[in-house]
């Protein structure tokens, strides 16, 4: 599967299945835009290191306007996310459809 020219954007990127979602979807040529309530520099200069572009941001899914932002953010640095993997997602993806008028 390539994913090249796709944007990723990953919730609960720090823990142990964000982080290998995060390595499989780079490896496959994506772009990530990295999200999780905690920091992980590594990962992103691991992701870095083979030539993706990638942004991390510390976000918590459960408050709209931090996801607003990381959309916005995500969108304006990497493209649209056109493959987005989920942990704490059903809040966010119900928010964007609302506020965005888009399904996700």
Do not use: C, N
């Amino acid at each position: 599967m390539t994913l090249k020219g796709r944007t990723a954007l990953i919730t609960g990127a720090y823990g142990g299945i964000g982080s290998a979602v995060a390595r499989a979807f780079a490896a496959a040529g994506a772009d990530i835009s990295l999200a999780d309530v905690v920091s992980g520099a590594s990962l992103a200069d691991e992701i870095k290191a083979q030539h993706r572009r990638v942004i991390s941001a510390v976000v918590d899914v459960t408050k709209p306007e931090q996801v607003k932002t990381l959309v916005r953010t995500t969108a304006e640095a990497l493209g649209i996310s056109e493959a987005t993997v989920k942990r704490e997602w059903t809040l966010a993806r119900a928010w964007l459809r609302r506020e965005l008028g888009k399904s996700f």
